[in-house]
Nanobody, 122 residues
Framework: QLQAFGGGLVQAGGSLRLSCVAS????????LTWFRQSPGKEREFVAG???????DYADSVKGRFTFSRDNAKKAVYLQMNSLKPEDTAVYYC??????????????????WGQGTEVTVSS
C-alpha cells in the first residue's frame, strides 16, 4: 500500500517536496516511481529508481526534480524545484517488484498511491 502526500499550490519558480510512504516488509526489492497526470492527458512517467541503481528522469523534469528513497522509512520523495505551470498535475507514486530496473510504462506497475495534486500558478 502506498500513500502520497505533499502536493499543494505554488507559484511558478517555487518548490514542493512530495512524499510517498509504503507499507510492507520488502520495500527495498521494489522499484518506486512517480507518475503524473494532467487533465485530459495520459498519465506520464516523471522519475523513479530501484534500490540499487540511480534515478531516471523524464526529460521535462531533468535538472529540476530530484528523486530519492529512504528504505529505513519505506519512503520515496520527489523534490521539485523551479516549478512551471506545465508541472500542474496529480502526482502518483507507484511500485513494482523489481530490484534491477524501473519502467516508464504505467501498465508495468502493480501498486499505486492515491495521488497528490500539484498546482503551479503563473
Amino acid at each position: 500500500q502506498l500513500q502520497a502526500f505533499g502536493g499543494g499550490l505554488v507559484q511558478a519558480g517555487g518548490s514542493l517536496r512530495l512524499s510517498c510512504v509504503a507499507s510492507g516488509r520488502t520495500f527495498s526489492n521494489y522499484a518506486l516511481t512517480w507518475f503524473r497526470q494532467s487533465p485530459g492527458k495520459e498519465r506520464e512517467f516523471v522519475a523513479g529508481a530501484t534500490n540499487y541503481f540511480s534515478a531516471d528522469y523524464a526529460d521535462s523534469v531533468k535538472g529540476r526534480f530530484t528523486f530519492s528513497r529512504d528504505n529505513a522509512k519505506k519512503a520515496v520523495y520527489l523534490q521539485m524545484n523551479s516549478l512551471k505551470p506545465e508541472d500542474t498535475a496529480v502526482y502518483y507514486c507507484a511500485a513494482r517488484w523489481d530490484i534491477y530496473s524501473i519502467s516508464r510504462e504505467k501498465k508495468e506497475y502493480d501498486y499505486w498511491g492515491q495521488g497528490t495534486e500539484v498546482t503551479v500558478s503563473s
